[in-house]
T-cell receptor, first 114, second 112 residues
Framework: AQSVSQHNHHVILSEAASLELGCNYSYGGTVNLFWYVQYPGQHLQLLLKYFSGDPLVKGIKGFEAEFIKSKFSFNLRKPSVQWSDTAEYFCAVISGGSNYKLTFGKGTLLTVNP | EAGVTQFPSHSVIEKGQTVTLRCDPISGHDNLYWYRRVMGKEIKFLLHFVKESKQDESGMPNNRFLAERTGGTYSTLKVQPAELEDSGVYFC??????????FGNGTRLTVT
């Protein structure tokens, strides 16, 4: 069965620090990759997605992610975080022809201190 | 447009009781999904409706869980009788065909 691993359970940064959250998936075929974010008290929101094409994907709020097929990775990055980025971040994958059955990682809680 | 709404936002019940969660998808979205996050674990797929039909219910944990979507609009997820391990956050999502899922805020279920 496919799985998604997020390397960090809790990341604490100061404002203006750079961010990289790791995500690896286990599936050898074609995948669609996603990062979702859940701000405190809010719903899960799509940050960015990769279906095909340029492996460097830009999303909302200055986030980007790079799909590296050889490493089965889809790490999320942001050059300079803000206090408002404090949230829980989820990596997810769809594979095997499914267009709806997301497999999620366990999530990474990001705390940005002002 | 109004987003996916879920009710209640939080429910606390005793073991053995029944709870019904409700999800109102975005208007016009034929696809409706239920996911669940048990504390400390991943968000996991439960089932998928296309209009009123269950397309895939492979993630439903057992027969204590019953999901319905009468008329193809809102959906309910009933847990009867609830057990301690059912505690978690239940997410609903909806989508148009081949478009990303839009999630609701979730219902936090606590079974004591």
């Amino acid at each position: 069965a496919q799985s998604v691993s997020q390397h960090n359970h809790h990341v604490i940064l100061s404002e203006a620090a750079s961010l990289e959250l790791g995500c690896n998936y286990s599936y050898g075929g074609t995948v669609n990759l996603f990062w979702y974010v859940q701000y405190p008290g809010q719903h899960l929101q799509l940050l960015l997605k990769y279906f095909s094409g340029d492996p460097l994907v830009k999303g909302i709020k200055g986030f980007e992610a790079e799909f590296i097929k050889s490493k089965f990775s889809f790490n999320l990055r942001k050059p300079s975080v803000q206090w408002s980025d404090t949230a829980e971040y989820f990596c997810a994958v769809i594979s095997g022809g499914s267009n709806y059955k997301l497999t999620f990682g366990k999530g990474t809680l990001l705390t940005v201190n002002p | 447009e109004a987003g996916v709404t879920q009710f209640p936002s939080h429910s606390v019940i005793e073991k053995g009781q029944t709870v019904t969660l409700r999800c109102d998808p975005i208007s016009g979205h034929d696809n409706l999904y239920w996911y669940r996050r048990v504390m400390g674990k991943e968000i996991k797929f439960l089932l998928h409706f296309v209009k009123e039909s269950k397309q895939d219910e492979s993630g439903m944990p057992n027969n204590r869980f019953l999901a319905e979507r009468t008329g193809g609009t809102y959906s309910t997820l009933k847990v009867q009788p609830a057990e301690l391990e059912d505690s978690g956050v239940y997410f609903c999502a909806s989508s148009l065909n081949n478009s990303p899922l839009h999630f609701g805020n979730g219902t936090r279920l606590t079974v004591t």
